[in-house]
């Protein structure tokens, strides 16, 4: 009896291992294809957090042992515009690739600031020297 309990739970550990899938993939720029080093990625199921991870050097990243079943995934990296990629399907024993583009703000704006006389200026003080602020240097444009 012992060995007919012991094989069947071993039956249901092996198959539980098989029951899960992986999720594997990369993340570049937009414009530029050049991988994009430790961004975000997050794999959300029935809009809850399930898991997470960084992109590596090479912008690749990889999940493992996800249940089988419907995924959505946001991507992120700082400068980037924010995406979500929804209905990703994963299925039992496999790997499923994602290669993803993010395009950056590219806001395109330049300031440049011009002083008239030193922003800030340093005089000896009693204990060490005193910085002041001048706000009057500033010139808007």
Known sequence: MKKVISL???VLSVGVLFC???LKGSLMDGNTE???LFANVKVFKSGM???GTQTDFDGAFSIENLEAGK???SFSYVGYIDQLLEGVVIKDGEITQIMERLESFGCGWIITCYWRDPIITMEPGE???TFTLNKKGMIKQ
């Open 49 to 51: 957090l399930v898991a």
């Open 127 to 129: 204990s060490g020297m």
């Open 8 to 10: 069947f739970v071993l």
């Open 20 to 22: 899960q899938g992986s």
């Open 71 to 73: 995924y959505d995934l």
């Open 34 to 36: 050049e991988p994009l």
